[in-house]
């Protein structure tokens, strides 16, 4: 019988520069560099495996619907979109950061209901939800430090890095609401149907970054 295809969704952007290498070390190398090719499926060195080139926060919507077998996606976008649904086997361990409530040095909000810029809505509300504080939740695509500079809103929740993008826009973290990185997710029926062949896939992973799988 020959090997089942398995389709695996990647992360465009950082991610994607610390998961080729990861993949590289289990056997898995892509025929074209994905950074220049224009190509969203590539073949690779495994003839069962090929990968989907997309954004981190389509990564949920291909495995969740069968696009995709497995994704790679930020801890991050599956707490704002995904909720549990799909089945997260792997941390990679790659792709750290920290997802914060951030505003300007030595500034109180002035507002009674502060303002909180963020793309994180779902989990904002439910950050402030659980404290019991009103908040409104202004939803932005990128550049959320550019918010409390020009009063759009009182504190963003935005990830961090270096740190580098607060510092150089006057913001400070106020509190940590997640440490994130990078995992593997597995759309349920390919879990079932594609036993053998995603296990074995995982458990390489878990292998070669030196950690336990999920059962
Ligand atoms: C991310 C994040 C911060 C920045 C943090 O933005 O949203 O703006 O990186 O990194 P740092 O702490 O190392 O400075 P990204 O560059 O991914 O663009 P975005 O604004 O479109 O999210």
């Known amino acids: 019988m020959p090997e089942a295809q398995l389709t695996l969704a990647l992360s465009k952007g950082r991610i994607l520069e610390e998961t080729l290498p990861l993949l590289a070390r289990v056997g898995i190398v892509p025929d ?87 793309k994180y809505v779902a989990t904002t509300r439910a950050f402030f939800a659980a404290r019991g504080q009103q908040v409104d939740v202004i939803k932005l695509y990128g550049s959320m430090e550019l918010a409390p500079l020009v009063d759009l809103a009182d504190w963003i929740v935005d990830l961090v890095d270096t740190g580098n993008t607060l510092r150089a826009n006057g913001l400070v973290p106020l509190e940590t609401l997640a440490e994130i990185s990078a995992r593997l997710v597995v759309n349920p029926a390919s879990w079932k149907t594609k036993h053998a062949p995603v296990r074995a896939l995982v458990s390489a992973l878990a292998e070669t970054i030196g950690t336990e799988s999920a059962p």
């Open 32 to 118: 074209e560099d994905p950074a220049r090719s224009r190509r969203l499926i590539l073949s690779t060195s495994q003839p069962h495996i090929r990968l989907l080139i997309v954004r981190p926060t389509d990564v949920p919507t291909y495995v969740l619907h069968g696009g995709a077998d497995l994704g790679v996606t930020g801890k991050d976008v599956l707490m704002e979109q995904a909720g549990g649904i799909l089945y997260e086997p792997l941390d990679l361990r790659i792709g750290h950061c920290r997802l914060v409530l951030a505003g300007r040095e030595g500034r109180e909000p002035d507002r009674a209901q502060p303002r909180v810029a963020t």
